[in-house]
């Protein structure tokens, strides 16, 4: 059997997320921010499952390098990949 780099080898997931906007809402709105929200911290976990902590201070609300989540984070050992 050959392998095609289009279909995986082993099993895969793919999340995506969204909501429906009402014809007038803003994307900005109170319920759009509640029905995304919480699938934004999936960078998060990317970011640290890839580069620890020093990865998710680099983000955008970051507190940049050596900061809190870099000092408070266990070893980089820890981590769940």
Same mark, same amino acid.
């Given at each position: 059997m /050959? &392998?095609?780099?289009? *279909? %995986?080898? &082993? %099993? *895969?997931? *793919? +999340? +995506? /997320?969204? *909501?429906?906007?009402? %014809? /007038?809402?803003?994307?900005?709105s109170d319920r759009v921010r509640e029905a995304i929200g919480p699938w934004r911290v999936v960078d998060w976990h990317n970011a640290y499952a890839k580069g620890g902590a020093e990865a998710v201070d680099a983000l955008p609300g970051g507190v940049g390098p050596g900061g809190r989540l870099s000092r408070n984070s266990p070893p980089r050992a820890n981590a769940i990949c």
């Amino acid at each position: 059997m /050959s &392998s095609d780099l289009r *279909t %995986p080898c &082993s %099993p *895969t997931a *793919t +999340i +995506i /997320s969204g *909501t429906v906007l009402d %014809p /007038s809402e803003d994307r900005d709105s109170d319920r759009v921010r509640e029905a995304i929200g919480p699938w934004r911290v999936v960078d998060w976990h990317n970011a640290y499952a890839k580069g620890g902590a020093e990865a998710v201070d680099a983000l955008p609300g970051g507190v940049g390098p050596g900061g809190r989540l870099s000092r408070n984070s266990p070893p980089r050992a820890n981590a769940i990949c």
